[in-house]
């Protein structure tokens, strides 16, 4: 199930650039009266019941040109998130810079 991004803090600057929603995850639980406990990944401190109107299903592409590989989690450092870089695709230089 995706979960929608409502009433979830993160690092993001905006909430125009944060994500829509997070990745899937599976449902360990059903509470009842539409509560769900899924399992979330050992960095999140939030709690791990959900409303049923915060989850989607996960529908599997038809195609093969339609899958797309999840960005990894970020690593959480002194309470901020942080990626590690695994290359430098273009630079664009300005000005006298090297």
Do not use: T
Not at 17 to 38: A, H, V
């Amino acid at each position: 199930m995706w979960l929608e991004n409502k009433n979830i803090q993160s690092n993001q600057p905006s909430k125009k650039l944060d994500n829509k929603r997070y990745r899937p995850f599976r449902i360990l639980k059903d509470i009842g009266s539409g509560i769900f406990q899924l399992k979330l990944p050992e960095g999140w401190v939030i709690h791990n019941m959900f409303n049923k109107d915060l989850l989607i299903r996960c529908v599997e592409p038809k195609f093969k040109g339609q899958h797309e590989e999840l960005a990894p989690l970020p690593i959480i450092i002194n309470e901020e998130e942080e990626y590690e870089v695994e290359e430098v695709r273009k630079h664009r230089k300005w000005g006298r810079e090297i």
